[in-house]
C-alpha cells in the first residue's frame, strides 16, 4: 500500500536548521516540483501533523520522529499515519548526511504527474564508509566540467550529495592545461582576449564551489600537481624545467620559487579547503632527470611545503598524498617516513591510477617487499590496496582513487572492447556506462580502504560515479539494482526498467566485438527481446521509450545513453556493409580491371559505393543532432562522433581515389594499361589488407622451403 501526498503538503525544517538542511528542503520541492507539478511549500515548525514532511538534524528545532539516527551520518525516514494524509520524515544525524536523507526518500517515492505517493515506512541505516564522493577533473581534457556554467555545477554536486557523497575534489587549475596563459603576473598575460575571458569566467564558478559544498554538507578539496607551472613560464624560462615540460625540475631555484608563486596566489584565493589533494605522479615528477629521481623524498619535501602554505589561510586543512608511479622502493620510502614521522597535517593516503607500479619488484629484495610478483593472494586488482593497506600507519585513512572515467590506456579498461569502438570511444571520447565492471571492481577493492574518490573527466560516465556513490554507501547493492533505481529516478517509472535495460546492455557490448554479436543482452530480463543482434536491440530500446515519453529527449542523461546507443548501431552496420563491399568490390573489379577503357565501369562501381556508402547517413545526422543537442544543453561534448567514418576497412579512402583516378584518365593521364592497372588495383587491395596487415607483427616460425631455390615465404611465379 502506498500513502499518498497531495499538493498540499508542506515541507517542515526546525527554527534552527543549517544551511544543508535548507538545501535538503529545496532539493525535495523542486523534485516535486519537477516531477509532479506541484510546489511543496516549506515551513518553520516544530509539529509535524497530517500532509507533512519532516526534514532536520538532532537539536535545529525540527520535529522529532518515530525513528531517530543515533550516529553523525545515520539517516533516519519513517511515512505513516493517515494514508490519504500521511506524515513522514528524513532526519540525519549531522549535516553531512541530510542531502542524503532527503535523496533517499525522494528516490523511495512513486513521484508522476498529479501523484506523490510514498511506502509506510520506518527504518534507520548510515554509510559503510566515511569518505565518499569523487574528482571533478576540471581541465581542458574533461567533457563537461570546463565548460559548465554556474548552475550545472550546482546540480552535479547537489545530486550527488543527494546520493550520499560528503566530499566532493575539485580541479579548480592545472596550470599545465592553460596554454597561452600567465593569469598571476603583473600585470596578466593571456594570447588572446578570448581564453583571458574564460579563465575568468571558469575561475570566478570555482571561487564559488568551496561555499556551495559546505552547504551542502560536504567537505571541499582540490587536486593540484605537486611541481606544475603554466606552459608560458617553461617557454620564457627554458631552465626552470627538463625537456620544455611544464613540470618544474626542483633543482633549479627559480623553479621552486614559481611553484610557491603560483600555489599562494590560488590557495589564498580560496574561501575554504578542507583537503589538498596533492598526487605523487600522473600527473607530476620530472621524467627523465637525475636531480629529481628518486622522486619520492622531493614530493614528501613538496607536500611539506605546499600544506604549510594551504594552512595559511587554511588551518584547519588537511594533505591526501598517494603513490601513483611511485616504485616499490619509493613507495616504501614515504611510508617508512608516515610511519617514523606520523606528521599530523596528513590524514589519508590515496590508491589510484599507477599505484600498482609499487607492487612489480623482486620480492626477495629490501627494494621488493611490497611485491606481489609472486604473491599467491588478491590478484592484480585487490591485491595492491590490500598491500597498501597493511603498510600503511593505521591513524591515516585509504582512500580508493580509482578511474571511473575511461576505457583505454587506463587502470580499468574495457577489456574485450572492439578495436573499431576502441578507435571511436578513444579513451573517454563517447558515453561509457560500466555499472556491473564498476560494482566488481568495487567489490574487490573497497575491504581495504575508508572510501573512496573515483577519477573523472566528465559525464561520459554518469552512470559509473552513481554505482560508486550507492555502494560506497552500502556495498551490498549489485550493479543491476543501482541501475535500476538511476534509470527510475533520472528517467521516470514510466520507462524505468526499459532504460535500465538499455544501459545494461551499452554496457556488453562495449565489452564484446560488435562483428557477429548476438547473444549478448539475452539475460537481461524481460524488458530485452531474445532474439535479432544486440545492437540492434539497443535501437529498439530507445525507440520504445522515446514512444512512451518524448520528453526524454529534452534529458541530457538520455541523449547521452542514446548518443551511445546510436553509435553502436552505426559502428556495426558500417563494420557489417565493410565485409560485403570487400567482396562486391573485388568481384566488380574483376569485370573492368583488364580494360582498355575501364572508365563506364569504374564511375558505375563509384556510383554503387556511393550508394551503399549513404545507407547510414540518416543515421549519422540522427548521431549529430544528439551530439549537437547534448552539448547545447549541457556542455558534453562526445568527440568520438567526429570519428565516425563510412567505412573502418578503407573504403572511403578507395572511394576518393577512385575519383582521382577516373579523373586522371579523362584528362589524358596514365596512358598505359600497366599505370591504370595500378592506380586501380593498388587502393583496392591496401583497402582488403588495412583490417588483416593491421596484426602484422614478428614472426616466430621460418617458412616450410617448398622449393630448393627459395628462401622465405613463397611467391606466385
Same mark, same amino acid.
Not at 238 to 252: I, Q, T
Not at 269 to 277: A, I, K, N, T
Not at 610 to 621: I, V, Y
Given at each position: 500500500?502506498?500513502?499518498?501526498?497531495?499538493?498540499?503538503?508542506?515541507?517542515?525544517?526546525?527554527?534552527?536548521?543549517?544551511?544543508?538542511?535548507?538545501?535538503?528542503?529545496?532539493?525535495?520541492?523542486?523534485?516535486?516540483?519537477?516531477?509532479?507539478?506541484?510546489?511543496?511549500?516549506?515551513?518553520?515548525?516544530?509539529?509535524?501533523?497530517?500532509?507533512?514532511?519532516?526534514?532536520?538534524?538532532?537539536?535545529?528545532?525540527?520535529?522529532?520522529?518515530?525513528?531517530? &539516527?543515533?550516529?553523525?551520518?545515520?539517516?533516519?525516514?519513517?511515512?505513516?499515519? =493517515?494514508?490519504?494524509?500521511?506524515?513522514?520524515?528524513?532526519?540525519?544525524?549531522?549535516?553531512?548526511?541530510?542531502?542524503?536523507?532527503?535523496?533517499?526518500?525522494?528516490?523511495?517515492?512513486?513521484?508522476?504527474?498529479?501523484?506523490?505517493?510514498? !511506502?509506510?515506512?520506518?527504518?534507520?541505516?548510515?554509510?559503510?564508509?566515511?569518505?565518499?564522493?569523487?574528482?571533478?577533473? =576540471?581541465?581542458?581534457?574533461? #567533457?563537461?566540467?570546463?565548460?559548465?556554467?554556474?548552475?550545472?555545477?550546482?546540480?552535479?554536486?547537489?545530486?550527488?550529495?543527494?546520493?550520499?557523497? =560528503?566530499?566532493?575534489?575539485?580541479?579548480?587549475?592545472?596550470?599545465?592545461?592553460?596554454?597561452?596563459?600567465?593569469?598571476?603576473?603583473?600585470?596578466?598575460?593571456?594570447?588572446?582576449?578570448?581564453?583571458?575571458?574564460?579563465?575568468? *569566467?571558469?575561475?570566478?564558478?570555482?571561487?564559488?564551489?568551496?561555499?556551495?559544498?559546505?552547504?551542502?554538507?560536504?567537505?571541499? @578539496?582540490?587536486?593540484?600537481?605537486?611541481?606544475?607551472?603554466?606552459?608560458?613560464?617553461?617557454?620564457?624560462?627554458?631552465?626552470?624545467?627538463?625537456?620544455?615540460?611544464?613540470?618544474?625540475?626542483?633543482?633549479?631555484?627559480?623553479?621552486?620559487?614559481?611553484?610557491?608563486?603560483?600555489?599562494?596566489?590560488?590557495?589564498?584565493?580560496?574561501?575554504? +579547503?578542507?583537503?589538498?589533494?596533492?598526487?605523487?605522479?600522473? =600527473?607530476?615528477?620530472?621524467? $627523465?632527470?637525475?636531480?629529481?629521481?628518486?622522486?619520492?623524498?622531493?614530493?614528501?619535501? %613538496?607536500?611539506?611545503?605546499?600544506?604549510?602554505?594551504?594552512?595559511?589561510?587554511?588551518?584547519?586543512?588537511?594533505?591526501?598524498?598517494?603513490?601513483?608511479?611511485?616504485?616499490?622502493?619509493?613507495?616504501?620510502?614515504?611510508?617508512?617516513?608516515?610511519?617514523?614521522?606520523?606528521?599530523?597535517?596528513?590524514?589519508?593516503?590515496?590508491?589510484?591510477?599507477? @599505484?600498482?607500479?609499487?607492487?612489480?619488484?623482486? &620480492?626477495?629484495?629490501?627494494?621488493?617487499?611490497?611485491?606481489?610478483?609472486?604473491?599467491?593472494? @588478491?590478484?592484480?586488482?585487490?591485491?595492491?590496496?590490500?598491500?597498501?593497506?597493511?603498510?600503511?600507519?593505521?591513524?591515516?585513512?585509504?582512500?580508493?582513487?580509482?578511474?571511473?572515467?575511461?576505457?583505454?590506456?587506463?587502470?580499468?579498461?574495457?577489456?574485450?572492447?572492439?578495436?573499431?569502438?576502441?578507435?571511436?570511444?578513444?579513451?573517454?571520447?563517447?558515453?561509457?556506462?560500466?555499472?556491473?565492471?564498476?560494482?566488481? %571492481?568495487?567489490?574487490? #577493492?573497497? !575491504?581495504?580502504?575508508? $572510501?573512496?574518490?573515483?577519477?573523472?573527466?566528465?559525464?561520459?560516465?554518469?552512470?559509473?560515479?552513481?554505482?560508486?556513490?550507492?555502494?560506497?554507501?552500502?556495498?551490498?547493492?549489485?550493479?543491476?539494482?543501482?541501475?535500476?533505481?538511476?534509470?527510475?529516478?533520472?528517467?521516470?517509472?514510466?520507462? @524505468?526498467?526499459?532504460?535500465?535495460?538499455?544501459?545494461?546492455?551499452?554496457?556488453?557490448?562495449?565489452?564484446?566485438?560488435?562483428?557477429?554479436?548476438? #547473444?549478448?543482452?539475452?539475460?537481461?530480463?524481460?524488458?530485452?527481446?531474445?532474439?535479432?543482434?544486440?545492437?540492434?536491440?539497443?535501437?529498439?530500446?530507445?525507440?520504445?521509450?522515446?514512444?512512451?515519453?518524448?520528453?526524454?529527449?529534452?534529458?541530457?542523461?538520455?541523449?547521452?545513453?542514446?548518443?551511445?546507443?546510436?553509435?553502436?548501431?552505426?559502428?556495426?552496420?558500417?563494420?557489417?556493409?565493410? *565485409?560485403?563491399? /570487400? /567482396?562486391?568490390?573485388?568481384?566488380?573489379?574483376?569485370?573492368?580491371?583488364?580494360?582498355?577503357?575501364?572508365?563506364?565501369?569504374?564511375?558505375? #562501381?563509384?556510383?554503387?559505393?556511393?550508394?551503399?556508402?549513404?545507407?547510414?547517413?540518416?543515421? %549519422?545526422?540522427?548521431?549529430?543532432?544528439?551530439?549537437? *543537442?547534448?552539448?547545447?544543453?549541457?556542455?558534453?561534448?562526445?568527440?568520438?562522433?567526429?570519428?565516425?567514418?563510412?567505412?573502418?576497412?578503407?573504403?572511403?579512402?578507395? +572511394?576518393?581515389?577512385?575519383?582521382?583516378?577516373?579523373?586522371?584518365?579523362?584528362?589524358?593521364?596514365?596512358?598505359?594499361?600497366?599505370?591504370?592497372?595500378?592506380?586501380?588495383?593498388?587502393? %583496392?587491395?591496401?583497402?582488403?589488407?588495412?583490417?588483416?596487415?593491421?596484426?602484422?607483427?614478428?614472426?616466430?616460425?621460418?617458412?616450410?622451403?617448398?622449393?630448393?631455390?627459395?628462401?622465405?615465404?613463397?611467391?606466385?611465379?
Amino acid at each position: 500500500m502506498l500513502w499518498e501526498f497531495g499538493p498540499g503538503t508542506r515541507i517542515i525544517v526546525g527554527a534552527g536548521a543549517a544551511r544543508p538542511t535548507a538545501r535538503a528542503a529545496t532539493y525535495l520541492q523542486s523534485q516535486v516540483e519537477r516531477r509532479c507539478g506541484w510546489r511543496w511549500e516549506m515551513v518553520t515548525g516544530r509539529e509535524a501533523g497530517p500532509g507533512t514532511i519532516v526534514l532536520g538534524v538532532p537539536g535545529d528545532g525540527s520535529p522529532f520522529g518515530p525513528v531517530i &539516527p543515533a550516529h553523525p551520518e545515520e539517516i533516519a525516514l519513517w511515512c505513516g499515519g =493517515n494514508p490519504s494524509a500521511p506524515t513522514a520524515g528524513a532526519l540525519a544525524g549531522g549535516p553531512s548526511a541530510i542531502l542524503a536523507a532527503a535523496g533517499k526518500l525522494a528516490r523511495m517515492m512513486d513521484l508522476r504527474p498529479g501523484h506523490a505517493r510514498l !511506502p509506510r515506512l520506518s527504518r534507520r541505516e548510515r554509510p559503510a564508509f566515511p569518505v565518499r564522493g569523487h574528482t571533478l577533473a =576540471n581541465h581542458k581534457q574533461s #567533457t563537461t566540467y570546463d565548460k559548465w556554467s554556474w548552475e550545472q555545477w550546482e546540480d552535479c554536486l547537489t545530486e550527488l550529495a543527494a546520493w550520499g557523497s =560528503n566530499v566532493a575534489i575539485v580541479v579548480p587549475l592545472h596550470p599545465a592545461r592553460w596554454r597561452g596563459s600567465l593569469p598571476f603576473d603583473d600585470p596578466p598575460w593571456f594570447d588572446s582576449p578570448a581564453r583571458e575571458a574564460e579563465f575568468a *569566467r571558469q575561475m570566478e564558478i570555482q571561487l564559488r564551489l568551496p561555499d556551495l559544498c559546505h552547504d551542502l554538507g560536504m567537505r571541499y @578539496g582540490i587536486w593540484i600537481p605537486s611541481n606544475d607551472v603554466f606552459p608560458e613560464e617553461a617557454v620564457r624560462h627554458p631552465e626552470v624545467s627538463r625537456y620544455g615540460r611544464s613540470y618544474v625540475c626542483l633543482a633549479v631555484p627559480e623553479a621552486r620559487a614559481r611553484l610557491r608563486a603560483i600555489r599562494e596566489r590560488l590557495l589564498a584565493m580560496m574561501p575554504r +579547503l578542507d583537503v589538498l589533494f596533492i598526487p605523487s605522479k600522473d =600527473n607530476g615528477g620530472c621524467p $627523465g632527470c637525475e636531480h629529481c629521481t628518486p622522486w619520492a623524498p622531493l614530493y614528501r619535501d %613538496l607536500a611539506q611545503e605546499q600544506i604549510a602554505q594551504a594552512r595559511r589561510y587554511h588551518p584547519a586543512c588537511q594533505v591526501w598524498l598517494s603513490q601513483q608511479g611511485l616504485d616499490a622502493a619509493e613507495s616504501q620510502h614515504l611510508l617508512d617516513w608516515l610511519d617514523r614521522e606520523r606528521p599530523d597535517w596528513v590524514e589519508a593516503v590515496a590508491y589510484g591510477p599507477f @599505484g600498482e607500479v609499487m607492487t612489480f619488484g623482486d &620480492p626477495d629484495s629490501r627494494e621488493g617487499v611490497l611485491s606481489l610478483e609472486r604473491y599467491p593472494r @588478491g590478484g592484480p586488482i585487490s591485491g595492491p590496496p590490500i598491500r597498501l593497506r597493511a603498510a600503511l600507519p593505521g591513524q591515516y585513512r585509504l582512500v580508493l582513487y580509482p578511474d571511473e572515467t575511461h576505457t583505454f590506456r587506463c587502470q580499468y579498461p574495457v577489456a574485450g572492447m572492439d578495436p573499431v569502438v576502441q578507435y571511436v570511444w578513444d579513451r573517454e571520447s563517447a558515453p561509457s556506462p560500466r555499472p556491473r565492471e564498476m560494482a566488481r %571492481l568495487h567489490g574487490m #577493492t573497497s !575491504p581495504a580502504g575508508d $572510501g573512496s574518490i573515483p577519477y573523472s573527466e566528465g559525464d561520459t560516465d554518469d552512470v559509473n560515479k552513481f554505482v560508486w556513490s550507492a555502494r560506497d554507501w552500502d556495498p551490498a547493492r549489485s550493479g543491476e539494482e543501482i541501475t535500476a533505481e538511476y534509470a527510475r529516478w533520472f528517467f521516470g517509472p514510466g520507462v @524505468g526498467e526499459t532504460a535500465a535495460a538499455l544501459i545494461l546492455l551499452v554496457e556488453e557490448i562495449l565489452g564484446a566485438p560488435l562483428h557477429g554479436s548476438r #547473444t549478448i543482452g539475452s539475460d537481461i530480463g524481460s524488458a530485452v527481446p531474445k532474439v535479432g543482434s544486440a545492437v540492434n536491440e539497443t535501437r529498439a530500446l530507445v525507440d520504445a521509450c522515446e514512444a512512451r515519453d518524448p520528453s526524454l529527449l529534452e534529458s541530457w542523461r538520455w541523449l547521452s545513453l542514446r548518443v551511445a546507443a546510436l553509435m553502436l548501431d552505426y559502428l556495426q552496420r558500417v563494420i557489417a556493409r565493410d *565485409r560485403q563491399v /570487400a /567482396a562486391e568490390l573485388r568481384y566488380r573489379a574483376a569485370v573492368w580491371r583488364d580494360r582498355p577503357d575501364p572508365r563506364a565501369e569504374l564511375r558505375e #562501381t563509384i556510383r554503387h559505393l556511393e550508394r551503399r556508402f549513404d545507407e547510414t547517413d540518416a543515421l %549519422l545526422a540522427e548521431i549529430v543532432w544528439t551530439r549537437d *543537442r547534448l552539448f547545447a544543453i549541457h556542455r558534453l561534448a562526445v568527440r568520438g562522433v567526429a570519428r565516425l567514418q563510412h567505412s573502418y576497412m578503407k573504403f572511403d579512402v578507395l +572511394l576518393d581515389r577512385w575519383k582521382r583516378t577516373l579523373a586522371r584518365i579523362e584528362a589524358g593521364e596514365l596512358p598505359t594499361f600497366p599505370e591504370r592497372y595500378e592506380a586501380l588495383i593498388a587502393p %583496392l587491395r591496401e583497402a582488403e589488407d588495412s583490417v588483416r596487415m593491421a596484426v602484422e607483427g614478428v614472426p616466430l616460425v621460418e617458412h616450410v622451403r617448398e622449393f630448393a631455390w627459395e628462401t622465405g615465404a613463397t611467391t606466385w611465379d
